[in-house]
């Protein structure tokens, strides 16, 4: 899938502290922002839309499940008399 750049504004001494106390959980504020911006996606895009978006863009599905192929169309059973009376005709 192609990436875009978000772009957001937040005071440096308070990105500065966070960075400091993720390195110590060995993250960067990036991986978290990431992770949250998918956590987000997940929860305001339904499944079946996730599943087609990741199967037009050539993503891979992230649980492990292809998007539901479409079924072909059922014909109509051809009943036979047989079937309606319960014996054939001679």
């Known amino acids: 899938m ?3 750049t978000i772009t957001l504004s937040f005071e440096k001494e308070k990105l500065d ?7 110590d959980e060995n993250t960067t504020v990036q ?6 911006l998918q956590q987000l996606y997940e929860q305001a895009v339904p499944d079946e839309v996730r599943k087609f978006v990741e ?7 992230r649980r492990g499940s ?5 079924r072909p169309a059922s ?4 009943i036979t008399e047989k079937e309606v009376t319960g014996h054939e005709q001679s």
């Open 66 to 70: 292809a998007p539901p192929r479409p």
């Open 17 to 23: 502290a966070m960075a400091v106390f993720l390195s």
């Open 55 to 61: 199967a037009t863009s050539g993503g891979k599905p």
């Open 31 to 36: 991986k978290k922002l990431e992770g949250s």
């Open 2 to 4: 192609e990436k875009v």
């Open 75 to 78: 014909r109509p059973k051809t």
